[in-house]
């Protein structure tokens, strides 16, 4: 199993500014993955992040909107850059513990208001 | 990738009452997997079906397979308030680490 913490919970930002969410494992893992939920919705992939490599984007998702830092093989940021209205949702890191395949554990997630 | 559809997009019932939810996919799979989310928080694993199995159990819950018409149901017995949430499925495909791709979900809502 894993423990993931995310921060910041929630945050209301101005539009055209950037904030970092941050994801931290209590165990290290080899793959970390960044979700989008806009509201009433489901969850997207926004992209794989590896350590030690770039992280792989979903369509629909670029690098300079969406940068992606993996320090270690236990942390992991997600920057929304230059924001708008529109990048207002939940976003969420999830963690996979076996290579076999298995469950997903998430973070609670970081509620994002754009305004 | 295509999210997979989910049924019914909500669902109200009583207390002592059983909950079905069904999701049906587009591409082959690993496994399938439910999730449960409360108020817009993170995600909560449920249960894990195989590509191979066709039923699983975990106390309330019965989740079934079909591979073959590309869907799933999951069966939440004698309901309880704190069952409130939304529920998804999620499919993995035939890679090692996995991206899942998430159903569109069903808010179910349990009444005392």
């Known amino acids: 199993s894993a423990v993931i913490s995310q921060k910041p919970s929630r945050d209301i930002c101005q539009r055209g500014t950037s904030l970092t969410i941050q994801c931290q494992v209590d165990s290290q893992v080899t793959m970390m993955f960044w979700y989008r939920q806009q509201p009433g919705q489901s969850l997207t992939l926004i992209a794989t992040?590896?350590?030690?490599?770039?992280?792989?984007?979903e369509s629909g998702f670029v690098i300079d909107k969406f940068p992606i830092s993996r320090p270690n093989l236990t942390f992991s940021t997600l920057t929304v850059s230059n924001m708008s209205p529109e990048d207002s949702s939940i976003y969420l890191c999830?963690?996979?513990?076996?290579?076999?395949?298995?469950?997903?554990?998430f973070g609670q997630g970081t509620r994002l208001t754009v305004v | 990738s295509q999210q997979g559809e989910e049924d019914p997009q909500a669902l109200s019932i009583q207390e002592g009452e059983n909950a079905t939810m069904n999701c049906s996919y587009k591409t082959s799979i690993n496994n399938l997997q439910w999730y449960r989310q409360n108020s817009g928080r993170g995600l909560v694993h449920l249960i894990l079906?195989?590509?191979?199995?066709r039923e699983k159990h975990s106390g309330r819950l019965r989740v079934t397979l079909d591979t073959s018409k590309k869907s799933s149901s999951l069966l939440i017995t004698a309901s309880r308030a704190a069952d409130t949430a939304s529920y998804f499925c999620?499919?993995?495909?035939?890679?090692?680490?996995?991206?899942?791709?998430f159903g569109t979900g069903t808010r179910l809502l349990v009444s005392p």
């Open positions: 079906i195989r590509s191979n199995e």
């Open positions: 999620a499919t993995a495909g035939n890679t090692g680490f996995q991206k899942l791709v």
């Open positions: 999830s963690v996979e513990t076996s290579p076999l395949g298995g469950e997903a554990f």
């Open positions: 992040a590896n350590q030690g490599s770039e992280a792989t984007y």
